[in-house]
């Protein structure tokens, strides 16, 4: 019987589906069963968070492919997948309107101070804490976006309705390119300087790794608001906290933080200051990665997810592979 593997939890139509191929293996509620458990005889992984090793690949001699839900593979070994004639997909696409909103949902609550107004007002608060909370409009403030990849086109197509002039720094893309979205190319300096809101959407890489770090910080005009959605480490965490202490800084929503490419199901001790901070600076806003995190979005990548391991279980080659396993040539 085919065997699989589901590490975190995904849509219910998407799960009766996998149902329908063979024995679904659970790793996650009250009933989850570990991954080593079933290792021997897994043939397919619908991966979200858990981490997989080439310990783990290695020691699955049924394993024919690991479908990333989600664009990530940060928590793939894939070295070790296309030695071991493992395919390694993902889901292109699937949660990009779901982040871009999820970069307008953080910003608002950054300028519009809700979780402190929320907060106040749980606490009993009314008019004592209304002076502390004027906020600031969108409306002509400068959207900067690090990076132009589908999350970021339909983040700049959000700004256009709220009257945002739009900056984007991205050495891969052309001006002409850039244009057709209403926003302007502009090098890494002019960016950094110029933009009231800074939104993150370049993946992780040596010259992007912590690239908002205390020098980047300083440039920044007094008041911005830093926003990312992409990966933790594109930021220097202890230079954003000093920034956000000192009031440099405006404010500073994460749906990432560094500390998940430690551990992605557990990130919060490896990243301790930003977390410990969080709740206890009304200016910094962290969320659990959830910016991807919508009934749509989950249906759409485990639908993506199901169709790589449909066509891999009946031999074929799989939409979005990141590697190329050499048993498969």
């Known amino acids: 019987m085919t065997s699989l593997y589901v590490s975190d939890a995904i849509h219910t139509h998407v799960l009766a589906q996998l149902r329908e191929i063979g024995e679904v293996h659970l790793g996650y509620g009250p009933s989850a069963t570990p991954y080593a ?27 024919k492919i690991i479908a990333r839900h989600g664009v990530g593979t940060d928590n ?16 292109p696409g699937s949660n990009a309107r779901s982040v871009a909103e999820h970069v307008f949902a953080l910003t608002l609550a950054l300028a519009r101070r809700i979780p402190a107004a929320a907060a106040g007002t749980a606490a009993g608060q009314w008019s004592a804490i209304k002076p502390g909370l004027t906020g600031f409009e969108l409306h002509g403030r400068t959207l900067g976006l690090f990076g132009f990849g589908r999350i970021a086109f339909l983040t700049a197509e959000i700004a256009r309705g709220f009257g945002m002039p739009v900056l984007v720094c991205d050495p891969y893309v052309a001006p002409e390119f850039v244009r057709q979205y209403g926003a302007e190319l502009v090098a890494f ?10 939104s993150l959407h370049a993946p992780l890489t040596a010259a992007t790794k912590r690239i908002i770090d205390a020098d980047a910080i300083a440039r920044m005009r007094p008041g911005t608001v830093l ?7 594109l930021i220097d965490e202890a230079a954003v906290l000093l920034a956000l202490e000192s009031g440099h800084l405006g404010g500073a929503a994460l749906d990432v933080i560094e500390g998940e490419s430690a551990d992605m199901q557990d990130p919060l001790p490896h990243s301790d200051g930003i977390t410990a901070r969080n709740g206890h600076l009304d200016n910094l806003i962290v969320t659990p990665h959830v910016g991807g995190q919508t009934t749509q979005s989950l249906l759409a990548a485990g639908t993506q997810a199901l169709q790589c391991i449909q066509q891999v279980l009946t031999g074929g080659t799989p939409q979005h592979a990141v590697n190329h396993p050499a048993s498969a040539a």
């Open 37 to 63: 458990a079933v290792q021997d005889r897994v043939d397919a992984v619908m991966l979200r968070a858990e981490q997989f090793t080439a310990d783990k690949i290695e020691a699955s001699p049924r394993l």
């Open 76 to 91: 793939v070994d894939i070295h070790a997948a296309t030695r071991s004639g493992v395919w390694v997909t993902v889901t």
């Open 189 to 198: 300096d002019e960016l950094i300087t110029q933009s009231d809101v800074l």
């Open 227 to 233: 926003i990312n959605t992409a990966r933790g480490a």
